[in-house]
Every structure is written in structure tokens, then in C-alpha cells.
């Protein structure tokens, strides 16, 4: 399961990676099947604090989705039930 944020892999990168939730809810508004994008690191290579900012994190993503809808009236299996107070 695709999660709201991925992490950028560049150790020297702080703060580093992109939100992917955007993209993926767009392409539900829009009842796409699938989606792609691309999209700059939003961290910095420097101290951890941000004291020292060397540059920013030079890698990018390349984002690359597939949704699969559940047929209207299909069963998940189970029911759902809330509570409230």
C-alpha cells in the first residue's frame, strides 16, 4: 500500500523526499486506473539543524501508480460498523 510520503535514499539528504498522497488522490477524483509524475527531492544535503545549507538534495522520483476500483455493491468481505460517543 502506497503511503502518503516516500523517503529520499540519499544519506547525506535531510528532511529529503516527496508526497506521493497528492498524486494518488487526484488520480481517485479523477477515477483514473493509473498515474505518473515526477518530482524533485524537497530536502537538503547540510547539518541536520539546517545551520550549514550546503544545496539541495539533488535527486528526483519518477512516480508510477496503478488503482484498482472495487465494483459498485461489492462486498469487502466483512461490515463495518462505528461507535460513537
Known sequence: ???EF??????LCYNGGIR???MRR???D???TEFDGKAMCQGYEGSPSGRRRYRTCI???E???KITYKEPGASSGGTRSSASS
Open 1 to 3: 500500500m502506497l503511503g
Open 6 to 11: 516516500v523517503d529520499c535514499s540519499n544519506s
Open 20 to 22: 506521493v498522497g497528492s
Open 26 to 28: 487526484e488520480a481517485v
Open 30 to 32: 479523477e477515477r483514473k
Open 59 to 61: 535527486n528526483h522520483f
Open 63 to 65: 512516480v508510477r501508480g
